[in-house]
C-alpha cells in the first residue's frame, strides 16, 4: 500500500503533471509517441482512474516517463509547468525520484 509514502500536494502535482503533458503543448502530437514511447491515450487511462489509480508496474512506468519526458525533454515551457505545478523544475526531479523508488501496487492508492 502506498498509504503515507505520497503527500497530498505530491499525489496533486502528479495529477497536474499527467494532465499536462496529455493535453499540453509540451511535445508536439506527431513526435509524442517516438518521443515518450507512449501515446496521450495512456495518460488519459491513469487519468480517468484517478485518485484510484493503481501504481502498477505499467502504470508506474507512464507516470515516470512523463515526468521525465517534462523535467528533461527540451520543450522550453518550464514557466508555463511551473505555474501549473507551483514547483520548479528540480522540484519535480526529486518527485520523479520519489516515484521511481514507490513500490509497484495492486491496489490503489489510498490517502488519509
Sequence with gaps: MLQNLLTKEEFEIIRIC????SGGSYIDDEEFITVAGFDKGAI?????????????EYDKSIIFQC?????GFPHEMETQLTNSTNCKTDELVILMD????LPVTKTPYVLE
Excluded at 520519489?98 to 523508488?101: E, V, W
Design 44 to 56: 488519459k487511462q491513469i487519468l480517468q482512474q484517478w485518485p484510484n489509480v493503481v501504481f502498477g
Design 67 to 71: 515526468f521525465n519526458q517534462l523535467t
Design 98 to 101: 520519489k516515484i521511481r523508488n
Design 18 to 21: 499527467l494532465v499536462e503533458l
